[in-house]
């Protein structure tokens, strides 16, 4: 029953994305008043639905990147402050990022808690904010010209035009209702991956629904809800306010944003490109609302610009810049509210400390040691004090002090044989990669790396490869596997005197 509470404001947002983000893929359709509300809510939800359960795995981990919220308090927490981000701005009318509120949210927890945000995952989430409406608006531009010239060529009759519009728009927006799901399901479930206690769940037919596909389902369905009880407002505004659009706009603008949802969502897709050296966009929760914009801008400008009411765009690219920092103050008063007052955990106790092991390991990874020695000894309660004192007493720059950071954390894993049979299972692992858990039985370790190094010296399986584009999916999947037996092997923390 307590995780149902802490899931309440994961499908809060879900409910938000639904009523303000998720009737995008239709809200052109309907505001050109081509197919009615009702029609547009009801495939909508279906296909956000399977969406949500099929395809949500690949884009949902950068979120993890950026912030790994280790507590279920702080997961409840950076949901609920981006769900109420963006319910005031759906209840101002204006299309806002649901992934900008999770953005802001998240680094709100990593400022409360201490921790560094992943600098290289937040660099690639913030250029797909600029790209994905520049995309769509390119998409938009391109399939507008092939429909028109396709059109000019077939001539068909007034009334079979309104028809295959209609029937093109129902197809597409079903198109795009999955890849949004696939796609924006991380936003609304992504936080609470890691910390929701959610075993696999076989079904009948030879079914089966893992712990995270469980959470996707429950999002979904709380998308599809929103999605039926809001939304009408947002889609008014996307539809008609911004640029009058003619059935065939409201078409081109739906594929264009579907397209780019589904390029960056699409696992199948990465890997294709990947294993012919192909370079593939990165599998991110992209915004719906700046993919239709971007796409409907893209139109008017193809003509002439004249169209386009700027003060309405104005207000929406307002709403874009003020949504994260907005969710970043609303969770970082939130978590304070809920530790402090409720006496809810929001977060893992940690330590990290400069011994000599830990010196020598940075070496090893080739990054400077000077100064290092005369900090030996300190131990450190979060990533942001230890950092802020590598940066008074080093010349590390800011990725060289984040890979000594996480070299100093210090936990207990512990290889208990019944925690391995547990929970490092084929399917997850390969048989040499649980064999060389399974001969360190009984071995204790004060660093993640310690037990990495100690599996990579017993297999290759456990070894990262040369980053190359073709070894970067399996990498990625090696970058996980190493992660979950840590979080399969971790014990209760190392408890000892803490200095700053």
Not at 84 to 112: E, Y
Request: proline share 4%; aromatic share 8%; net charge positive.
């Amino acid at each position: 029953m307590l995780v149902l509470f802490f899931l309440s404001s994961g499908l809060f947002l879900g409910w938000s994305l639904g009523a303000n983000d998720a009737a995008n893929v239709f809200g052109t359709a309907v505001g050109s008043r081509m197919i009615r509300f009702a029609t547009a809510a009801l495939i909508c939800s279906v296909f956000v639905v399977l969406g949500s359960v099929a395809g949500g795995a690949g884009a949902a981990g950068t979120l993890g990147q950026l912030g790994a919220i280790d507590a279920m308090g702080g997961a409840f927490m950076v949901a609920f402050a981006a769900a109420v981000t963006i319910t005031v701005m759906t209840k101002l009318g204006l299309p806002v990022s649901t992934s900008q509120a999770v953005v802001g949210a998240i680094i709100g927890w990593n400022f409360f808690s201490g921790v560094l945000t992943d600098t290289a995952a937040l660099s690639k989430i913030v250029a797909t904010w600029i790209v994905c409406p520049l995309l769509a608006g390119a998409f938009a531009a391109l399939f507008y010209v092939l429909t028109q010239r396709l059109v000019r060529r077939l001539r068909p009759h007034l009334l079979w035009d309104d028809m295959a519009t209609r029937w093109a728009l129902i197809a597409v927006g079903a198109f795009g209702s999955y890849s949004l799901g696939a796609n924006n399901i991380g936003n609304v479930m992504g936080v609470f991956v890691p910390v929701a206690p959610f075993s696999g769940l076989d079904l009948p037919f030879g079914l089966a629904l893992s712990g995270a596909q469980q959470l996707f389902l429950l999002g979904g369905l709380a998308i599809a809800l929103g999605v039926y009880t809001y939304s009408r407002h947002v889609m008014g505004t996307v539809g008609g306010n911004l640029f009058k659009l003619t059935p065939q706009m409201a078409l081109v603008v739906v594929l264009a944003q579907s397209v780019v949802l589904f390029l960056f969502a699409s696992q199948r897709l990465e890997h294709a490109l990947l294993s012919v050296g192909l370079p593939a966009l990165p599998l991110v929760p992209v915004s719906s609302s700046q993919a239709v914009i971007g796409a409907v801008v893209g139109l008017g400008l193809l003509k002439g610009g004249h169209g386009i009411r700027y003060r309405v765009l104005v207000d929406i690219a307002a709403g874009w810049v003020t949504t994260p920092i907005i969710a970043c103050f609303l969770a970082f008063v939130g978590l304070f509210v809920l530790q402090n007052v409720f006496s809810v955990q929001v977060n893992r106790p940690h330590a990290f400390e400069l011994s000599p092991q830990v010196i020598e390991r940075v070496d090893r990874l080739g990054l400077p040691v000077d100064g290092l020695a005369e900090l030996a000894g300190g131990r450190y309660t979060t990533q942001l004090s230890l950092n802020r004192t590598l940066r008074g007493g080093t010349a590390l720059d800011a990725k060289q002090r984040e890979r000594v950071v996480r070299a100093a954390e210090v936990d207990r894993y512990l290889v208990d044989s019944a925690r391995v049979a547990q929970d490092i299972k084929p399917g997850w692992f390969e048989p040499e990669q649980i064999a060389a858990v399974s001969s360190l039985a009984g071995r204790e370790y004060r660093h993640g790396w310690q037990l990495l190094e100690e599996l990579e010296a017993l297999t290759p399986a456990w070894r990262l490869l040369p980053e190359t584009p073709r070894n970067r999916l399996d990498n990625d999947r090696r970058q996980k596997q190493r992660r979950l037996v840590l979080v399969a092997l971790r014990s209760a923390p190392v408890e000892s005197p803490v200095t700053e």
